[in-house]
């Protein structure tokens, strides 16, 4: 199974459990953050269809809390070090 898949598959058995993901940005810092998979607030984006499947766009509630709206992040799967839900922590490699 390649890692997008394991990611993905991960989420979903997360159900709508609280997922805390931590990743390398594409300018190499290191971001942590944390979602919701059942989410269902409007995406407010950039107009474009994803086109990357390994791309996931989420709400990072703890912005969200603490800004209101805007909190519209993504990830890239291929970048994830770890990501952890229900107990269970996935530890991967950048």
Known sequence: M?????IKSFIR????S????EFIKANGEKR???FNPRDTQEIKGTGYKLTNPAIIR???FTIARTHGGGAWRS????RV???KAKGKVLELQP
Do not use: P, Y
Request: glycine share 4%; aromatic share 4%.
């Open 2 to 6: 390649d890692k997008t898949t394991l």
């Open 13 to 16: 058995d997360a159900g709508s």
């Open 18 to 21: 609280i997922i805390s993901v």
């Open 32 to 34: 942590s953050l944390q």
């Open 58 to 60: 989420c709400r990072d």
């Open 75 to 78: 990830f890239d799967c291929e």
């Open 81 to 83: 070090i770890s990501i």
